[in-house]
């Protein structure tokens, strides 16, 4: 199988721009390629909000009626939170991690990239709905029953579903990314104490990403089952309850929106020392809090659910949770407060942008705490004062930080500044603007105005304030517009910023402006006495300093390019097309999907195995990366299936199945654990065998293992078809639900057995060490996920219904 790696940066000969972009691994230019291609959805979800603000801005307008305006929102929604303010920090991240905690790239650049094309992919098939016959039109929730085939025929509500899918795991591969280099790549000498602010957001937000993604993955992969294949735990004909649709959503979307503002809150602590010329006040309590915040997050999800729960018990519970979250957020923005306190201000853009947020953001948060009185909520839910309270905190919240953090780093990107005067425009432009726009619809919240409809009759005292916000709307894009420009100006500059134009204190000040490809050229000093390393090495006289002993390129590794990555997600997409079409786009997409992964996992990640070993010498912890990433991915699948167990007893507690006369055969499914948990043996042994250069009990045991999975499959067949001959899963909640977990756990099983024979063709081929062999360990680890899973597959769905 030929491998189209091109080798790293030492005389490799220059690529078109377009291979590179396909190609790279380089953490800096997936950072860039997120940050424009989130700028670029954040301008079409823009053009949306102004169509809405221009529908809005007089009773009886006809821009966008009926349909085409719920159409609108929807995406406006959708785009705005998962295309543009999610990633973007995903942008930020990549971009700045590595070079903040003196490493060379991520831990896994070649999930890197794939992670990109991913969501990039996941957009374009979002938008490529219209082609598919219908676009989402049940606001950016999807709330079942809106979501279903009858209120919703068209494909439109299938390819929001499957883009959402391809998102949602390119963010939970961000995460994962992000917490392996936190782990194992802070440069020698670099502790917990000494990690940058930026870092720890980033930490919250990972642990966040990785373990409540799954929970939209499971709201909404159980609509598409109810609208594709007919199996449903909502539809209340059999059963089904709609409100767990919105428990499972909102498990997910609460934590989202800390996902949406953590990494904002990490970068105000990075802006605010450096422009008050005084260390962050209360390291360790703000690192605190963002860990604190994102555990609470986890609390309060039903808050968005105070009128639809009809329990004033666990309406209270939330209630407290929820005003539980002011508390770390307080300290936050006191933290915030004392570090500016007598500071020595610079009034830039980065610098006022950043003050602009610490005002409006807290009042936001305001306006939130209020929500969560549930009296008041009752009033209040779905009215502008709602949209009104997440447009402040995430406009005047994370977004404005946005800016301050584009202004703040532009000139390590680039080597160029941005035009200050035209800073401070966009700064008043937006200042003035958002309250323009957002003020007035607190005031139509408290008059009654609901949020979408489309239109509204006169007389009701909405019009004036529904006018003001739409010109608030047009300052916005004011503001944007002269942003881009300004951008555009400033590249075609010259490069007079420096290595350090702020006289900042964190890493990514000690490259040049842009880094270099390798990012450090010398070898940094291990004396890391706080997280501002510049400012201690300067008093030490390390920083710069003659000892400062520069690297020979034969020490400077740099990770494979490769094109496997983007061919992979081209081929996942085209699959998901093909499921949306039927027709045979869904084969081509998984042959080409299968075919690049196969390549991928057999072409080398750095030069040679020596290097890659090298590399792997000087992890932080004794767990490589690529494991590392493992292990935290398998926290995202096992809280999948934590997440559909609780829906399946959600159900089930609340009365809601009834059993078929039929029941799922124990026997079979003991017999299957026998298979299963033996094959966890021989995988463990294969692998031992492979540890100690026993090459023929590696192979033997691994053909075992595939053999035994494979039985395990055949099993499941002859008992789903035994089944299937009587029972109709469509027509019983218990089936729909039998036939969703051990369906999801088959694939998973399906998965496994794909992994262990590319291992197998690899070990044949001479392709592992006893050194280095993740090609088997990674498999080994991911199936004995599949079997403890199995194993509570069995108790839940076999064993429980006979005691209930
Ligand atoms: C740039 C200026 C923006 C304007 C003028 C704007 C305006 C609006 C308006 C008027 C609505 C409510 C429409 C309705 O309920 O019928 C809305 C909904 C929404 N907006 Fe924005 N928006 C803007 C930016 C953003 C941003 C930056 C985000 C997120 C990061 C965002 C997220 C949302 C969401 C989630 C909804 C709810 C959609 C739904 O109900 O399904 N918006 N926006
Ligand atoms: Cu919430």
Do not use: C
């Not at 909000?49 to 221009?54: H, P, S, W």
């Not at 390291?283 to 309060?300: C, D, E, N, P, W």
């Not at 006191?334 to 006022?352: D, E, P």
């Not at 694939?747 to 197998?760: E, N, R, S, Y």
């Amino acid at each position: 199988m030929s491998s189209i790696t091109v080798g790293t940066s030492s005389g490799a000969k220059a690529k078109p721009w377009w291979l590179d972009l396909l190609t790279t691994v380089d953490h800096k230019k997936i950072g860039i390629m997120y940050i424009v291609t989130s700028f670029v959805f954040f301008a079409i979800g823009g053009i949306e909000a102004l169509l809405i603000r221009l529908q809005l801005s007089r009773p009886g307008m006809n821009v966008l009626v009926g349909d085409f305006y719920n159409q609108i929102l929807s995406l406006h929604g959708s785009t705005m939170q998962f295309l543009f303010i999610i990633p973007i920090a995903v942008g930020f991240g990549n971009y700045l991690l590595p070079l903040m905690i003196g490493a060379r790239d991520m831990a896994l650049p070649r999930m890197n990239a794939f992670g990109y094309w991913m969501y990039l992919f996941g957009g374009l098939l979002i938008y490529a709905s219209p082609l598919f016959g219908g676009i989402i039109e049940g606001g950016w929730v999807a709330y079942f029953p809106f979501s279903n085939s009858e209120y919703q025929p068209s494909a439109g509500m299938d390819t929001w579903i499957l883009g959402l899918q391809l998102i949602g795991f390119s963010s939970i591969f961000g995460g994962v990314n992000f917490i392996a280099t936190s782990i194992n790549l802070r440069a020698p000498g670099m502790g917990w104490r000494q990690f940058p602010m930026f870092g720890w957001a980033l930490l919250a937000t990972s642990f966040l990403t990785v373990l409540a993604t799954p929970g939209i993955t499971a709201a909404t992969m159980l609509t598409y089952l109810d609208r594709v294949v007919g199996i449903s735990w909502y539809n209340p004909a059999i059963g089904g309850d709609p409100i767990l649709y919105q428990h499972l959503f909102w498990f997910y979307s609460h934590p989202a929106v800390y996902i949406m503002v953590l990494p904002w809150f990490g970068i105000v602590s990075e802006i605010l020392p450096t422009f008050s010329r005084k260390p962050i006040f209360g390291y360790t309590a703000l690192a605190g809090a963002t860990m604190g915040i994102a555990f609470v997050s986890f609390l309060v999800w039903a808050h968005h659910m105070f009128t639809a729960m009809g329990s004033p018990l666990l309406n209270s519970i939330f209630a407290f949770t929820t005003m539980l979250v002011a508390v770390p957020t307080g300290v936050k923005i006191f933290n915030w407060l004392a570090t500016i306190w007598r500071g020595k201000l610079t009034f830039n853009t980065a610098m006022m942008m950043t003050l602009g947020f610490i005002f409006l953001f807290t009042i936001g948060g305001i306006t939130g705490v209020a929500l969560a009185v549930v009296p008041f909520d009752w009033q209040m839910q779905d009215s502008y004062w709602v949209v009104a309270h997440f447009h402040n905190v995430l406009i005047g919240g994370s977004i404005f930080i946005v800016m301050a953090g584009i202004f703040y780093w532009f000139p390590k990107m680039s080597g160029r500044f941005l035009n200050e005067r035209l800073g401070k425009w966009l700064f008043w432009l937006w200042f003035v603007g958002f309250n323009v726009t957002y003020m007035p619809q607190y005031v139509l919240g408290l008059l009654g105005m609901p949020r979408r409809i489309y239109t509204y009759q006169a007389g009701l005292g909405w019009e004036v304030w529904n006018m003001i916000s739409s010109i608030g709307s047009l300052m916005l894009a004011a503001g944007f517009l002269l942003f881009v420009y300004n951008i555009v100006i400033s590249l075609r500059g010259p490069k007079t910023a420096g290595a350090n134009p702020w006289d900042g204190y964190t890493l990514e000040w000690a490259t040049a402006s842009p880094p270099a490809e390798h990012n450090f050229d010398v070898e940094l000093p291990t004396e890391f006495k706080s997280e501002r390393p510049l400012y201690g090495w300067k008093k030490l006289g390390l920083w710069p300093g003659k000892d400062i002993k520069k690297l020979e390129p034969s020490q400077i590794h740099l990770p494979n390019a490769s094109l496997w990555p983007f061919v992979a997600s081209l081929g996942l997409t085209v699959f998901l097309a093909g499921l949306v079409l039927k027709g045979p786009l869904l084969w081509a997409g998984l042959a080409i999907a299968l075919y690049a992964v196969v390549t991928w996992a057999m072409e080398p990640a750095f030069e040679s195995d020596e290097i890659e070993l090298e590399v792997a010498h000087h992890n932080r912890s004794k767990i490589n990366n690529g494991m590392l990433g493992t292990y935290w991915f398998l926290g995202s699948e096992a809280s999948l299936f934590l997440i559909l167990f609780s829906g399946y007893f959600y159900l089930l507690l609340t009365g809601r199945m009834v059993f078929p006369e039929e029941m799922p055969s124990i026997q079979l499914a003991l017999l299957n654990t026998l298979f299963l948990v033996s094959s966890s043996f021989t995988a463990h042994f294969a692998h031992h065998g492979l540890a100690h250069n026993r090459r023929k009990t590696f192979l033997g045991l691994l053909g075992a293992t595939l053999g035994l999975a494979t039985v395990f499959l055949a099993v499941t067949g002859i008992e789903w078809r035994a089944l299937l001959i009587n029972e109709d899963p469509a027509q019983n909640l218990y089936l729909s639900a039998f036939f969703t977990i051990t369906g999801l756990h088959a694939l998973h099983v399906i998965v496994g057995v794909i992994m262990f024979l590319i291992a197998f063709v690899r070990g044949l081929r001479g392709h592992f060490t006893p050194k280095l062999h993740n090609g088997v360990e990674v498999p080994v680890a991911y199936w004995h996920l599949v079997d403890v899973v199995w194993i509570f597959v069995l108790l839940i769905v076999y064993v429980a219904p006979r005691f209930v």
